[in-house]
């Protein structure tokens, strides 16, 4: 499954890493965009196979976050 961005907006922090197990509704990063937080949580139950960005970067609304299995 993948974590995709629900907005435009740098990458503030990612709360997760390769290999994480994590949970539904956790947070897998948290966006910020207009001087707004913004949390995006995982939609399932899974492990973190792949994170595609880093914190600093620039995503646009549905760029992928991160992969879960």
């Known amino acids: 499954m ?9 990458v ?3 709360n997760v890493s390769q290999g994480d197990e994590i949970n539904q509704g956790e947070d ?5 965009s207009m001087k707004m937080e ?3 949580p995982a939609e ?3 492990k973190v196979t ?3 960005v880093a914190e ?8 992928i976050l991160a992969i879960l299995e």
């Open 28 to 32: 897998v990063a948290i966006l910020e």
């Open 50 to 52: 792949e994170v595609k």
């Open 2 to 10: 993948e974590v995709k961005a629900s907005m435009a907006g740098s």
């Open 12 to 14: 503030w922090k990612m």
């Open 38 to 40: 913004i949390p995006i």
């Open 44 to 46: 399932m139950t899974g």
């Open 56 to 63: 600093g970067d620039f995503v646009n609304e549905g760029d």
